[in-house]
């Protein structure tokens, strides 16, 4: 496979999510564009991994210019990500359900944070 593949991916996926984030109003979809943005990252540290090690293949370690990197360090990388994007979606579910029970909605552009705003906006 071409090293450039990957990273078309990794650039298409990240786009969409930034497409998602800015554009939709259901704080769930949002939610979900965050984690295409998360797993574009996840791609792009993979495949930086993966290149690199090909590259320095058939080079002694004496002749490389940093220390030897740990195995497979970007898939390392991104099981952190996982655990950080699985913390956020619990953290980010949860305020949106309990938004929800409250309000009947979870559609961003009328989330209200203080309750003196919610009373001017309903008394007009």
């Known amino acids: 496979m071409h090293a450039v593949i990957p990273y078309v991916i990794a650039s298409l996926l990240f786009a969409l999510g930034v497409y998602g984030v800015l554009r939709r109003r259901n704080a769930i979809l949002v ?3 965050v984690e295409l943005m998360l797993n574009a990252v996840n791609l792009i540290l993979v495949a930086a991994d993966a ?3 090909a590259v320095l293949d058939g080079v002694a370690p004496e002749a490389w210019a940093y220390p030897v990197p740990e195995p497979r360090s970007g898939a390392i990388f991104a099981l952190f990500i996982i655990v950080l ?4 979606v619990g953290v980010g579910l949860a305020i949106v359900l309990q938004y929800y029970r409250l309000h009947k909605a979870v ?3 009328e989330v209200v944070l203080d309750e003196h705003d919610h009373e001017k906006q309903v008394t007009g």
Request: aromatic fraction near 0%; avoid cysteine.
């Open 107 to 109: 559609v961003i552009d």
């Open 31 to 33: 939610l979900m564009a």
């Open 85 to 88: 994007a699985a913390a956020e």
């Open 51 to 53: 290149t690199v090690r």
